[in-house]
């Protein structure tokens, strides 16, 4: 045997670190290649790692709960069947693991935290981040009401359950650490959650952003996808507005394909991106996250539909998998769905736009014989790279995305 040291790989674009949930072996296991060892965080999704190799864990360099960072020692393994270690196999094991294949995976089994720290049914459903809310804060998490789907606990279910009136008798396991949970309550900013309040500083520091707003008439599309939904429902297809949005926009990109670029850091080149992989911001109960579906321009609508609702499924139940959090072109945040008209979105750094869309709202507008109709009207908010992006090229750009929206037949044309 040899001894080698498993490094943590990449798991999502920008992720520098991740906390460690579970481990799934401890020292002196033999494990086999491609065994389960460890459920990483990122306060976005749940990741499992996988062993490269066959052998026997020697160390462990992490205790659950600790910030491991990516490209780091994980734990050591005398590797089975490898004699080489003089020969720098360990230094070229090291290595490889970097390209250690990571997959999404079930939540870890919450009887495997310590008891000491938080109480947690076998039943109860939770992101790792809220789970942590309730350790730092010596909580009995079973006694947390749950809103989420298939009870599964919320953040604001945790926060409203520590900020509750103090008369309450509510048990918890250190009556202290409520006392100033009710007062004040300070958590700190890292991981996933610090990564992205860096990249977003960045990204208004260093690009110059402006917005373009219009309206668009999404009278017609509605009605089309009134039309389809329950012909497709039948083959367990759920057919909502986003797919059409997404399609749209690929084709458009087509004829502006400066929107599906990229600049590198000190704006010399601009890389122009064969792929359409355009993002979705999805609302998870563990934060905003931003999948994106890859080669959209070679993929239908239905296509589109099918791995939208993969995608907004894995997102909300924080089961994302690293692939697909990477390599996006271009980003549609549909705020609407939650509420609001206009918004400012703020690029994701190296794209160069971003649109945000508003809720759509039946509204009074005038037709071509000048008579009052009642329209379903949705504004569209674009943010663009002003070092690469004219305000006309935008202008270019929307009004063709919205040619397509606002008569869905021509989409529908230009696809065959």
């Known amino acids: 045997m040899s001894l080698a040291d498993f490094i943590l790989p990449d798991i999502g674009e920008g992720i520098v670190e991740c906390e460690l949930v579970e481990w799934r072996i401890k020292e002196g296991d033999f494990i086999n290649e491609d065994q389960s060892v460890a459920d990483v965080s990122t306060d976005k999704a749940l990741v499992e790692i996988t062993a490269m190799h066959t052998g026997r864990v020697n160390k462990l360099y992490y205790q659950q709960g600790d910030i491991a960072k990516v490209h780091t020692p994980l734990f050591s393994i005398d590797i089975e069947g490898d004699s080489d270690s003089e020969n720098g196999a360990g230094s070229h094991v090291a290595e490889s693991e970097k390209n250690t294949a990571v997959d999404v995976t079930k939540n870890a089994d919450e009887s495997a935290l310590n008891p000491e720290k938080v109480k947690i049914q076998n039943n109860a459903l939770a992101t790792p981040a809220v789970r942590r809310i309730a350790r730092e804060s010596n909580l009995d998490f079973t006694l947390v009401p749950s809103s989420g789907k298939d009870g599964r606990v919320l953040k604001d279910d945790v926060l409203n359950y520590l900020s509750a009136d103090a008369v309450s008798t509510k048990p ?51 009605a089309l996808r009134t039309e389809l939904k329950e012909r497709y429902a039948k083959q367990g297809i759920r057919l909502t507005m986003m797919p059409f949005f997404i399609k749209a926009l690929s ?11 990229q600049v590198n850091e000190d704006c010399t080149e601009l890389k122009y991106l064969a792929s359409h992989n355009i993002g979705m911001a999805v609302d998870s109960p563990s934060g905003l996250l931003v999948p994106n579906i890859k080669n959209v321009k070679d993929l239908s609508i239905i296509e589109i539909a099918e791995h939208s609702n993969r995608l907004t499924e894995q997102a909300r139940a924080g089961r994302m998998s690293p692939n697909d959090l990477k390599g996006g072109t271009i980003t549609i945040s549909n705020v609407g769905a939650i509420g609001g008209t206009i918004a400012t979105p703020i690029i994701s750094k190296p794209q160069v736009a971003i649109v945000a869309l508003g809720r759509v709202q039946t509204l009074p507008r005038f037709d071509v014989e000048g008579n009052v109709t009642a329209q379903k009207i949705m504004t569209i908010s674009w943010s663009g790279d002003h070092r690469v992006i004219d305000g006309a090229t935008m202008a270019h750009f929307s009004n063709t995305w919205k040619a397509f929206l606002e008569n869905p037949a021509s989409m529908l044309m230009t696809m065959s």
């Not at 309550?185 to 208004?204: L, N």
């Not at 084709?251 to 670029?261: H, V």
């Open 172 to 222: 918890v396991v250190n009556t202290p650490s409520l006392e100033v949970a009710q007062l004040d309550h300070i958590e700190p900013i890292k991981g996933v959650k610090a990564i992205m309040a860096a990249a977003m500083s960045e990204s208004v520091a260093t690009i110059p952003h402006f917005t373009y707003a219009d309206e668009v008439n999404m009278s017609e599309l509605m």
């Open 251 to 261: 084709l458009s990109l087509k004829k502006f394909p400066i929107l599906n670029s």
